[in-house]
C-alpha cells in the first residue's frame, strides 16, 4: 500500500517569498492533516479536512497560510510571504475517519523541510 | 489544550537495556497513541491503547495508561540501537476530534 506522498521534500526561500506544498494522502483515506514541526518541537496541527471539508483550521495563521483540498484527495498549503519563523517541517498525514471511539491510526508523509532565510 | 507531555525530553542508554517514557495529559481522553519519528522522517504510528484498557503490548513494547492520574508510560525492552528515536505520544478526547502531540522523548540507545 502506498504511504502518504509529499513533494517538495526540501525548500530554501527568502523571507517575504511564497511557497506551495502538495500531499497526496492514503487512497480512500477521508481526513487529511497538515501538521507543522519546527525543531526540537512536537507536531502543531495546521489544519484538519474530512473530505473536502475543513474541520479545524483554528491554528492556521491564515494571514498567510492557506490550504485546500478541492476534490477531497489531494491538498496543498500555501505558505505567502514567508517569515522566518515559518522553517520548519511540514508534514501532512491521513487517516480513514475523524470519529469514533475506536480512533485512527494517522499515517505520516515523510515531510517537506522549509528553511525560510 | 489535549496536548500530552512527555517526560523525560531525552534518554540516553545501552543496547539490551529498558527504556521507559511517560506522557502525562491534562483532560478526559478517548485514546492515546505512540509514535516515533526517526531523524529526518515523518512520524510512524506505534500502538493505541484506549482509555477502557490499562495496558498493552505489541513485540518489544509494552503501554500502560492510568486515567486516574491521567498518565501513560511506553516500556522499550532490550533496546537496540535502530530504536533511537523521538517518541511522541498523541491524545484526543474531549470533545475535540483533534489528535494533539506532545515535545516528545529523545532517545538514544548505545550500540
Known amino acids: 500500500e502506498a504511504g502518504v506522498a509529499q513533494s517538495p521534500r526540501y525548500k530554501i526561500i527568502e523571507k517575504r517569498q511564497s511557497v506551495a506544498f502538495w500531499c497526496n494522502p492514503i487512497?480512500?483515506?477521508?481526513?487529511l492533516y497538515w501538521y507543522q514541526q519546527i525543531l526540537g518541537q512536537g507536531p502543531k496541527l495546521l489544519i484538519q479536512?474530512?473530505?473536502?471539508?475543513?474541520?479545524?483550521d483554528s491554528q492556521l495563521p491564515k494571514d498567510r497560510f492557506s490550504a485546500e483540498r478541492l476534490k477531497g484527495v489531494d491538498s496543498t498549503l500555501k505558505i505567502q510571504p514567508a517569515k522566518l519563523e515559518d522553517s520548519a517541517v511540514y508534514l501532512c498525514a491521513s487517516s480513514l475517519a475523524v470519529t469514533g471511539f475506536s480512533g485512527n491510526t494517522i499515517y505520516f508523509g515523510e515531510g517537506s523541510w522549509l528553511t525560510v532565510v | 489544550s489535549q496536548q500530552g507531555e512527555e517526560d523525560p525530553q531525552a534518554l540516553s542508554i545501552q543496547e539490551g537495556e529498558n527504556a521507559t517514557m511517560n506522557c502525562s495529559y491534562k483532560t478526559s481522553i478517548n485514546n492515546l497513541q505512540w509514535y516515533r519519528q526517526n531523524s529526518g522522517r515523518g512520524l510512524v504510528h506505534l500502538i493505541l491503547i484506549r482509555s477502557n484498557e490499562r495496558e498493552k503490548h505489541s513485540g518489544r513494547l509494552r503501554v500502560t495508561l492510568d486515567t486516574s492520574k491521567k498518565s501513560s508510560s511506553l516500556l522499550i525492552t532490550a533496546s537496540r540501537a535502530a530504536d533511537t528515536a523521538s517518541y511522541f505520544c498523541a491524545t484526543k478526547g474531549g470533545g475535540s476530534y483533534i489528535p494533539t502531540f506532545g515535545r516528545g522523548t529523545s532517545l538514544i540507545v548505545h550500540p
Open positions: 487512497s480512500g483515506h477521508a481526513t
Open positions: 479536512f474530512q473530505n473536502n471539508g475543513v474541520v479545524d
